[in-house]
């Protein structure tokens, strides 16, 4: 399948700085891309769908201030938490669809987010 | 919103049959799905199954879906100790894409 990568797997920051995190799709044009935010014994939940060139839509109780979404490629999003606080630390999953599939969303590995 | 239910947590012997269970309540959903998450990894999509279908077999891995009931299951045969992880059931809110998961199903088998 096809594969998705993040940058970085892991990062721990200090609370009030920001921290960005990558994703990329290495093989195929990533027309749509997703990120989720996973939380201890809860499921995961969709933050925000980004569409190459376009403005990022959040869902309800999101923060689009706090959780800044690019997507300026059909290859690369990137998820940018800013003034990181604590209660921010989770572990963050994207996704990206072709446009070609009409199912399947290949997950990147995850990044750990530990802020302090 | 939507929601999508699971039991948290299963234990089965090596060998015998694993099934997790899935119930959710949007009937516009065209596609469901399961995924297993390993340890500190990602998710991997292990199946999925089109809404207008009641079953789907793939090698060990059998796909029940009772739409009347809005009930799916996973069943893994002769489950191995690798098939130890959190398996997430997943539905697309009528084909949009935005998948709304459970909370996942860890399960643990014991040698």
């Known amino acids: 399948g096809a594969v998705v990568s993040q940058h970085p797997s892991r990062v721990i920051c200090k609370s009030g700085t920001s921290v960005k995190i990558e994703c990329r799709s290495l093989d195929f044009q990533a027309t749509t891309m997703f990120w989720y935010r996973q939380f201890p014994k809860k499921s995961l939940m969709l933050m925000a769908t980004s569409n190459e060139g376009s403005k990022a839509t959040y869902e309800q109780g999101v923060e689009k201030d706090k959780f800044l979404i690019n997507h300026a490629s059909l290859t690369l999003s990137t998820l940018t938490v800013t003034s990181a606080h604590p209660e921010d630390s989770s572990f963050y999953i994207c996704?990206?669809?072709?446009?070609?599939?009409?199912?399947?969303?290949?997950f990147g590995p995850g990044t750990r987010l530990t802020v302090l | 919103g939507e929601d999508v239910e699971q039991s948290l947590f299963l234990s089965v012997r090596e060998g015998d049959s694993s099934v997790i269970n899935c119930t959710y309540t949007d009937s516009s959903s065209t596609y469901l799905y399961w995924y297993k998450q390993e340890p500190g990894a990602g998710l991997q999509l292990l199946t999925y199954i089109f809404s207008n279908m009641d079953m789907k077999q793939d090698q060990r891995l059998t796909v029940l879906l009772n739409k009347k009931d809005k009930h799916l299951s996973l069943r893994i045969a002769d489950t191995q100790t690798g098939d130890s992880a959190i398996y997430f059931c997943a539905e697309d809110g009528a084909g949009s894409y935005q998948l709304t998961f459970g909370k996942g199903t860890k399960l643990s088998v014991i040698p």
């Open positions: 996704s990206a669809r072709d446009g070609t599939s009409d199912n399947e969303q290949f």
